[in-house]
């Protein structure tokens, strides 16, 4: 279901049908969480199972982004604020081959670093009970929020730096480092009941309800980045 929603979404996206596109990448997420923990219930986890398991990711949370993220890009270089940028025409950002714009080419390396963090991930031992970068659903949740910020938020400021050139390339970079660097991120996968053992967790999930309710779409990007913090600050601490 995982790969079959991922395959939805990336024709979705390849049509220009962002909002589908960002439907399915989430119901993908969801199966994606469920089937590890059914197998593990039903014990029939296996080494078959976890291949499938980032080969399906790599779909959903590798190329559906890779392409939500194109089709920003490209939509940013035709928004009438990029009139106004101090790059002119000529420069890198107007080079086209044939028909096609070469700029938004820069969304596509999301699904290469994606690729790179799957592989990674299956041979890293340490990544049991936390994640070394930051997981690619976690990335992909982060990409299909923003043309959902476009759709469905009214705040002005939040379109515009999904409009903006600069934001999206940036965003896109950083993601790409953030999924491969060393950065040890924290799981949800609770060992215990204590609040006392588990408080960096329990603020991550009081920090995402609150934002969703408060901001809704617009939260999602800024709960992405605060889990960054948050493990960065959970590890300094221990």
Known sequence: ?????????????ALGNLQTAALFVLLGIFFDFFDGFAARLLKVDSELGKQLDSLADMVTSGVAPGLVMYQLILRALNHDSFAT????KGSIITWELGDIQLLPFIGFLLPIAAAYRLANFNLDERQSTTFIGLPTPAMSVFVIS??????YSNVELAQDLVQNIYVLIGSTLFLCFVM????ALFSLKFKSFSIKNNWIEVLFILLVIIGLIS?????????????????????GIS
């Open 85 to 88: 940028s101090f790059i002119e």
């Open 180 to 183: 491969n660097t060393e950065i």
């Open 146 to 151: 923003l043309p959902l910020i476009l759709s």
């Open 1 to 13: 279901m995982n790969l079959f929603c991922g395959i939805v979404a990336v024709l979705a996206a």
């Open 215 to 235: 901001f809704k779409f617009i939260a999602i990007p800024l709960i992405i980045v605060f889990y960054i913090l948050l493990s960065m600050l959970k590890k």
